[in-house]
């Protein structure tokens, strides 16, 4: 019977490092990342895809802009070829549904404004990590998976 157990708690060690192995289990991991500066009254849009695969991810719209430079609007939308999947309009972040294999657009819109009419903007996407609670239920799930199996098969 102890045999069993310690076998158990060493897959269940196991298991759990596997799962915290994981990138996209612990830490976000980003998709697309850039910084621009820009000028006037102007969009820009920026194709990227989940290659992380399916899942949540969000993206963030920052305003970076200091001293004298900075934005009257600024606004994020993310989209598909065919549908809107969310917009704000002003700095901030979108959460959205993501599908492997297909082509998504951060479209970002701004005004500047300042002295000089100009602003530094950053628009990162990223996916959104599973909670590390999450992980360890996980994990806990296939230790006693593993103990009944063992303990079945003992009997």
């Known amino acids: ?29 980003p998709i697309f990342d850039t910084t621009d500066y820009i000028t006037g009254i102007e969009g820009r849009s920026y194709r990227f895809d989940t290659a992380a695969g399916a899942g949540a991810f969000k ?23 065919e549908r809107t999947l969310g917009a704000i309009d002003a700095p901030g972040t979108i959460y959205f549904s993501g599908i492997p294999d297909t082509n998504y657009y951060a479209n970002v819109f701004w005004v500047g404004a300042g002295t000089f009419d100009t602003g530094l903007l950053g628009v990162q996407v990223e996916a959104v990590p599973l909670p590390p609670s999450l992980v360890f239920l996980l994990s806990g799930v296939v230790l006693i998976a593993v103990s009944r199996r063992q303990l079945a098969q003992a009997v």
Do not use: Q
């Open 59 to 81: 993206a963030t719209l920052s305003d970076l802009s200091y001293g004298p430079l900075g934005f009257d609007f600024l606004g994020l939308s993310i989209s598909t070829a």
């Open 1 to 29: 019977m102890k045999t069993h157990s310690k076998r158990s708690v060493v897959i269940g060690v196991v298991v759990l490092s596997w799962l915290m192995s994981m990138p996209s289990a612990v830490i976000a991991a």
